[in-house]
């Protein structure tokens, strides 16, 4: 038993930015989008899940390769390979795709301490904003992702709640794996969200940036030289990466089905408030339905946020050269920290907005899916470069490739939908 619980620690411990860019990506915003799914078309969307685990897996295994091999942010890589006004254009598109972001988890956030709680919950959002941002300055990295790790727990409350009520199973297998899709506009709406929460930019620059750091830390702690993407280091990322994100595509689709079989079946087929989103877990939770789900959106929410400001803050500061880590203290990268605090204080300053934080978290996540194309695109030229490139197997470019096409196609669609 003693050695079983030994290596179940040390499984645990090798997991690291993988796992954690998968769960920031079940964030309130992907809880509302997949909730939403789930209510508005039941089952039909579930293809989803399944369609988007390969290429979501090769886009973030590619990042992180970046980030591993060249020891630099996505930032710094595609400065190096694209002219600076289309870095500053991408970077500009994400510090506000990352903003509106960090506004719709806080108020998702301030929403769900308001159904336990009462009062208001815009206060209780710039609250949240507040202490995310106090513990992103004060804790080193190192030791917060470590705290991070335990906050993916809270998501499989999802998948016990779909084996606690009545799901056609059949019809569940047959809507996953022979898809259908109308094209209407209101289906391509929420199929660009779902792909743009789970496919999502700010955990390229995010994940690419926490490789970078772990190949620091790893030359730190040892290693004669700064290491290089070798098999075995591509092997580590490989399994980490693809166990975070098996992990988040496997909870959203739980959450789809879950809320399918419980709100679309019972007719609520749009989500309005965070009470009606909350109403998918009573069948489990019973009287501390608004209980369990507060501490899903706030927990996802403590997770995802940082991620959010940090990602804004590597992808500013590799920019415009300036010095910046998690693993700094505040006062030897005052201006990298300056740009966590703003990118999160603009988020929380946003709640104060009459927008209601369902619509908030949705619409979030079809900008994420607007804005995930160009810079998807632009990864993948420096994953081809020569000097990346030759080290990456051939089927992760391919994959990388098509998944940016998958993207620009799904936003195509809802472009051309809008006009006809």
Same mark, same amino acid.
């Given at each position: 038993?003693?050695?079983?619980?030994?290596?179940?620690? %040390?499984?645990?411990?090798?997991?690291?930015?993988?796992?954690?860019?998968?769960?920031?990506?079940? !964030?309130?915003?992907?809880?509302?989008?997949?909730?939403?799914?789930?209510?508005? +078309?039941?089952?039909?969307?579930?293809?989803?899940?399944?369609?988007?685990?390969?290429?979501?897996?090769?886009?973030?295994?590619? #990042?992180?390769?970046?980030?591993?091999?060249? =020891?630099?942010?996505?930032?710094?890589?595609?400065?190096?390979?694209?002219?600076?006004?289309?870095?500053?254009?991408?970077?500009?598109?994400?510090?506000?795709? %990352?903003?509106? %972001?960090?506004?719709?988890?806080?108020?998702?956030? &301030?929403?769900?301490?308001?159904?336990?709680?009462?009062?208001?919950?815009?206060?209780?959002?710039?609250?949240?904003?507040?202490?995310?941002?106090?513990?992103?300055?004060?804790?080193?990295?190192?030791?917060?992702?470590?705290?991070?790790?335990?906050?993916?727990?809270?998501?499989?409350?999802?998948?016990?709640?779909?084996?606690?009520?009545?799901?056609?199973?059949?019809?569940?297998?047959?809507?996953?794996?022979?898809?259908?899709?109308?094209? &209407?506009? !209101?289906?391509?709406?929420?199929?660009?969200?779902?792909? &743009?929460?789970?496919? $999502?930019?700010?955990?390229?620059?995010?994940?690419? #940036?926490?490789?970078?750091?772990? $190949? =620091?830390? $790893?030359?730190?702690?040892?290693? =004669?030289?700064?290491?290089?993407?070798?098999?075995?280091?591509?092997? =580590?990322?490989?399994?980490?990466?693809?166990?975070?994100?098996?992990?988040?595509?496997?909870?959203?689709? +739980?959450?789809?089905?879950?809320?399918?079989?419980?709100?679309?079946?019972?007719?609520?087929?749009?989500?309005?408030?965070?009470?009606?989103?909350?109403?998918?877990?009573?069948?489990?939770?019973?009287?501390?339905?608004?209980?369990?789900?507060?501490?899903?959106?706030?927990?996802?929410?403590?997770?995802?946020?940082?991620?959010?400001?940090?990602?804004?803050?590597?992808?500013?500061?590799?920019?415009?050269?300036?010095?910046?880590?998690?693993?700094?203290?505040? %006062?030897?990268?005052?201006?990298?920290?300056?740009?966590? #605090?703003?990118?999160?204080?603009?988020?929380?300053?946003?709640?104060?907005?009459?927008?209601?934080?369902?619509?908030?978290?949705?619409?979030?996540?079809?900008?994420?899916?607007?804005?995930?194309?160009?810079?998807?695109?632009?990864?993948?030229?420096?994953?081809?470069?020569?000097?990346?490139?030759?080290?990456?197997?051939?089927?992760?470019?391919?994959?990388?490739?098509?998944?940016?096409?998958?993207?620009?196609?799904?936003?195509?669609?809802?472009?051309?939908? #809008?006009?006809?």
């Amino acid at each position: 038993m003693a050695e079983g619980t030994g290596k179940s620690r %040390n499984i645990w411990r090798v997991l690291g930015p993988g796992l954690i860019t998968g769960a920031a990506d079940d !964030d309130p915003s992907g809880i509302a989008t997949y909730s939403q799914a789930g209510a508005q +078309f039941g089952y039909g969307l579930t293809w989803t899940m399944l369609l988007t685990l390969p290429f979501m897996v090769a886009i973030q295994i590619i #990042s992180a390769c970046i980030g591993w091999d060249t =020891h630099k942010g996505l930032a710094r890589n595609i400065a190096q390979r694209l002219p600076a006004p289309v870095l500053l254009g991408l970077v500009a598109l994400l510090v506000i795709a %990352n903003t509106l %972001n960090i506004a719709a988890d806080l108020a998702a956030m &301030g929403e769900g301490l308001r159904l336990i709680v009462g009062g208001p919950s815009v206060a209780y959002a710039i609250g949240f904003g507040v202490a995310c941002l106090v513990a992103e300055v004060l804790i080193p990295y190192h030791r917060y992702a470590g705290y991070m790790k335990y906050l993916t727990m809270v998501l499989f409350v999802y998948v016990a709640v779909a084996f606690s009520v009545n799901v056609p199973w059949g019809q569940v297998l047959l809507a996953t794996f022979l898809p259908s899709l109308s094209l &209407g506009k !209101d289906e391509l709406l929420t199929v660009v969200a779902v792909f &743009g929460t789970t496919i $999502s930019p700010y955990l390229f620059f995010w994940q690419a #940036s926490q490789e970078a750091e772990e $190949s =620091h830390l $790893s030359y730190r702690h040892g290693s =004669h030289r700064m290491p290089t993407l070798s098999k075995g280091a591509f092997r =580590h990322i490989a399994v980490d990466t693809t166990f975070g994100m098996v992990v988040s595509n496997a909870i959203a689709f +739980f959450i789809i089905v879950t809320t399918a079989a419980t709100l679309h079946a019972h007719g609520v087929t749009k989500i309005d408030t965070a009470a009606q989103a909350a109403e998918a877990l009573r069948p489990i939770a019973g009287a501390a339905t608004f209980f369990l789900f507060a501490a899903g959106i706030i927990g996802t929410g403590l997770l995802a946020v940082p991620v959010l400001a940090g990602s804004a803050a590597y992808a500013v500061a590799e920019s415009f050269h300036m010095r910046g880590s998690l693993e700094l203290p505040a %006062n030897r990268a005052i201006g990298f920290y300056a740009i966590v #605090s703003a990118a999160t204080l603009a988020g929380a300053a946003l709640t104060l907005t009459s927008i209601d934080p369902i619509a908030m978290l949705f619409w979030s996540a079809v900008i994420n899916g607007v804005v995930a194309v160009p810079i998807m695109a632009a990864m993948m030229i420096v994953a081809a470069a020569k000097d990346i490139g030759p080290t990456l197997p051939r089927w992760l470019i391919v994959l990388g490739w098509l998944a940016t096409a998958l993207m620009a196609v799904a936003v195509g669609l809802l472009g051309w939908s #809008s006009f006809v």
